[in-house]
């Protein structure tokens, strides 16, 4: 399991157009919204750019997490998933290795948000927050991997990268990565605040508060993580 868990973390960041794709959009986004839009709220330009760039970062992060399913499909295309079959790898073990390589992946996008906000938009937070942050939103995007894992053995080709696409702009949304849930409507509001998005993005947004993550934000990642790996586990066993 070690040796192929090198193999995943490897491939990950050897993987030029995946990391500028899932970096250069949600960056686009967060230029568009704090430079070039008059969408920031009267006296709060530091708040407004401090939030967005966490929602940004969460974004970005989560479609890098959630597109290992597309890897995952053209390895099956390819017939990868027979010669493991006759490994010692465990099930487990290998919905464990494309977890934490498909999340260990997204660390790259998540700097690059972080790094946008303090030197393009001048956020300014306490030396500890910055680190604080980047763990924190890469924990939360744990069960985007776990999906994404799921998606690639449960479809194949094209169909797997338009399902995951769908479900990663309507999880955005959702979760309010692109627009705060204050402004959702009030049964939405309610459904939005269960998603693994907001509370991903609820992480990062707690701690420019200087506040610690809920317990139930602790616990929607944690349920929604081992209800996606349990689908992922299950579907490579079908598949193979």
């Known amino acids: 399991m070690r040796s192929y868990l090198r193999l995943e973390l490897v491939r990950g960041f050897r993987n030029p157009v995946g990391l500028v794709m899932l970096t250069v959009f949600p960056l686009g986004l967060y230029l568009l919204w704090t430079k070039v839009l008059d969408v920031v709220p009267q006296g709060q330009v530091g708040d407004f ?129 692109w627009l705060p849930v204050q402004a959702m409507p009030e049964g939405m509001r309610t459904l939005a605040e269960y998603s693994p998005a907001y509370q991903a993005g609820s992480l990062g947004w707690r701690a420019l508060e200087g506040r610690p993550p809920t317990l139930t934000s602790l616990a929607v990642l944690a349920a929604w993580t081992l209800l996606f790996c349990a689908l992922a586990v299950w579907r490579y066993r079908r598949a193979v």
């Open 49 to 177: 750019a401090a939030y967005t760039m966490v929602s940004m970062a969460t974004y970005g992060a989560m479609g890098g997490a959630l597109f290992v399913g597309g890897a995952i499909a053209l390895e099956r295309s390819k017939g990868w998933l027979g010669q493991l079959a006759v490994t010692p790898l465990p099930a487990h073990g290998y919905v464990t290795a494309k977890l934490l390589g498909g999340a260990t992946g997204v660390l790259p996008s998540i700097l690059v948000m972080l790094a946008a906000g303090a030197l393009l938009s001048g956020v300014r937070l306490p030396f500890g927050t910055w680190p604080a942050l980047v763990v924190l939103i890469w924990v939360g995007v744990l069960p985007f991997a776990a999906l994404g894992i799921a998606f690639g053995y449960t479809m194949k080709g094209q169909s797997a990268n338009l399902a995951m696409m769908a479900v990663y702009f309507g999880l955005s949304v959702l979760g309010g990565l």
